[in-house]
């Protein structure tokens, strides 16, 4: 029982940090391969904040998060600023993914390498479960205000965002430090289920699980990438394999999905009962084209 | 004292010269039509007008402001919108979105209003959706205000990004090929529509088509382009019996015979 | 040190610019960064190690096996992975996910088959160093250097002398008039990925003598992407000149200030270049057409 509630809780915290990537890769556009940066940062800020300086867990997330948004800023500036293609944009967040993990492992505050053990045990699941809702829920209803809108449109078509009076520096940044401070948040949920943290543990294989999640769960839904999260930490669970046989179905899936379906398990749709119930009935209008968003 | 002129503008790409010296202007409440052979300068000359490249020289000046320099946001919110050649929706926005889209810098709700989505989210999404539902009636796409925009036929993809570009709440409007890809019958629909929308918002109209009946039909005044210069300017009964045009678009054989 | 540190510099530099070669050759016609490339270069490095140790063939025979083999392997990924994207047209974005995930399977299958053992390659360069103004020089560096340097000089030739060459630089400026000129467009990049690949195999077996070989080796080229991203993507002299630089760069970094910044400082330098420099050095600059 212990160990279904512990991946049970594993998965929500990790929802967390997709559905807050899935804001930045699957509406706006961008691929990133370092946000388990942002999530490490968010680990060892509040980690050392309730380890070292007793401050309070709530309070600790969240000073995880503001920090994963302020570092997220040192990488955006320069980068968004500059417009840069979509690869090019990927290689500097896998630079920069790795720059972090060598601060983490030379500073004396994160005790290098050797990583940061007796931390509290605050994330119980349904800690972990009200965050989790917490963050979908926050996430729906960013996407469907104007700060979501204008990131689609710029995700679309960049050129004809700017000329419907788009900033696209703006709108990216924005994607991105939110991402980052979900990031961050799931960090510091992380740190205090696990209660031991390693820079270790923060590698582009983490940013590759993340983002794996949000392709094959769909460029554009929260539901899907939420469901993909999931069934990624679960399947091999349950299967009992092999990390890395993890790693080589991931790749699989990446290379599947995206010869196959590209819009991912869900597409440009949100998981509902309406929109289950529609499948059932093979609803006329979807072969007339399709509805939109 | 012309809305919009531009003065000498050259660009070139790498050594190689787009649009060289181009001189013209456009008046308050005119529609002037841009023609030329294909490839000679047209929309590069509307991508310097909107930002989207830097003149390499020469400036452009709206309503006496010099844009020359001017980012393609805030040239937006001066005043000037555009379509473009190759349609570019948001593809997978819904038709009524994608106007809501541009609604939005309407919109005075903060981020933690969206993020909690309290009432004045609401408020003014409905507020927006409603202003979205004008515009569309307007081109007549109010019964496709819920399909995806790439699932639309062509004809009104280009009367959506039309609309789109009303949204903005223009003086300018610039045109690329609006009836490029239609029938005739289509194109007398659209020679109409231009001339509502032009009449209901006071909008000043430049066009770029090759369609020379929709030409003649809007545009008084005509800038005939070739290899990126201005080859001549004038009404449109100068241009029809110019010489020069007739050579440009058909070659010299044709105008010698 | 100094002359030592100039020749390891430019010896790495030489092994960035074989990687960076394939990189830039895929990019030029393709317009998407390759990022399985890497695990190509890897696989090559096994082949050729275990060619050289199962089988005791000779060292020459080892590269050839390499190469033929890495060159083979680009061309399944191009045509299972790839293909189906590139007739789609779909977004460049989608063909580096794939790529992405191309690399990250065959790494991992890698691992989860070999293991995660560390081979080095039997001795094959003379240990002993030459002396050189005082200076010792490891004859495998010196190798390394003048072999990248002649089989690049060798493609340079390729793609200007001979009528496939042609066809291919063609492609590379505009691929819509090329195929309408008749150029068959799929056995144009199957052409290109061979030829990515020959180049990574080659690279992979300089790269497994110098660092031996293991399953994430293809870490290192990510190096190779920097490399091609300083000299302008997509640009032969480009990977060239951007490896040597990167190589130098590194070297010294490493040997004057510290080794654990010498990664951070080299993908700081991407960031640096891609901001201030989007074309690299010998790149095209390419506006987005509207």
Redesign the interface.
Known sequence: MDYIYGVMAVICIEIVATVGLSVFTGFTGLFSLGHAAFMAIGAYTSAILTYFYHVPFVLALLLGMVMAGLVSLILGFPTLRAKLRGDYFAIATLGFGEAVRVILENLSITQGARGLPGIKHFTTLPVAFIFAVLVVWLTKNFIWSKFGRNAIAVREDSVAAEMAGIDLFKVRMLSLVYSAMCGGLAGGLFAHYLNFIQPVMFTSILSTQLTSAVVAGGMGSITGPVLAIALFIAVPEVLRVANMWRLVAYGLILVLIMVFRPSGIMGYHELSFEWISKIFKKNTRNKAGGKGI | MPLLELKNVTKTFGGIVAVKDVSYYIKQDEIIGLIGPNGAGKTTIFNLITGVYKATEGNITFQDRDITDANPVSIVKNGIARTFQNIRLFNKLSVIENIRTVLYREADYNLGNALIRSSKVTRIEKKLYDKSLEYLEVVGLIDYINNRADSLPYGLQRKLEIARALALDPKLLLLDEPAAGMNPDECIDLVELIMKIKRTYNLTIMLIEHHMDVVMELCPRIVVINFGQVLMEGSKLDVQNDPRVLRAYLGEEYANA | MFLQTLVTGLSIGGIYALMAVGYSLVFSILN??NFAHGTIIMLGAYIGYFIISSFNLSFPLSLIGAVLGAALLALLNVEL?YS??INRR?P???????A??????????V??TLGSHFYAFPEIFKQSNLKFFGSDISPLDLSALVFSLVSIYALHLFLIKTKLGTAIRAASYDMTTASLNGVNMTRLIGIVFLLAGAFGGLAGVFLGIKYMVYPTMGWIT?KA??AA?IGGLGSLPGAVIGGLILGLLETFVSVYISS??R??F???M??IF??IL?AGLMG??L??K?
Do not use: K
Not at chain 3, 92 to 98: E, G, Q, V
């Open positions: 998407f960064s992975a189906p994207l779909s460049s974005l989608y063909l580096m996910i794939t992405m995930g191309v690399s990250i399977f065959l790494e991992n299958m691992y989860v990510n992407y920097i991203v654990t910044i990664d951070v080299s993908f700081s991407v960031i891609l901001v989007p095209r600059h506006e987005e509207v």
